[in-house]
């Protein structure tokens, strides 16, 4: 991978495919980020992880289009508070759905301020509990 520096997309592009790399590293179930255009699944599924990718969003028009992207499943979210409660929030949505389990490791990527719903800029290991 070589990000063309040049580009306003440059770091989001690091994020996203350090993300892969830091889920491989890790055995993560999953890579998670939070999209309002899509493109972090764009990019997180061009590098194709073994981890499965979530994408919360919301966008609905979005949901639909995810559904076609390799590897990835979108959910509806709207309750943007923090960074923090945010990503304990959706990782807490995936354990109540089954789709990790106690002591899996994800992947945690969005945009800090959150609420400005700017590019992804932050990446965060999380263990479930």
Known sequence: FTADKTTKTYLSDAICYNACVLAEQTDAVGIVAMSNSGYSAFR????????????FTTNKALLNTLSLVWGVRGFYYDQFVSTDDTINDVNSILKEQGLVDVNDIVINTSSIPILRKGRTNMIKLSVIH
């Open 44 to 55: 997180i599924s061009s590098h194709r992880p073994q981890a499965l990718t979530f994408i």
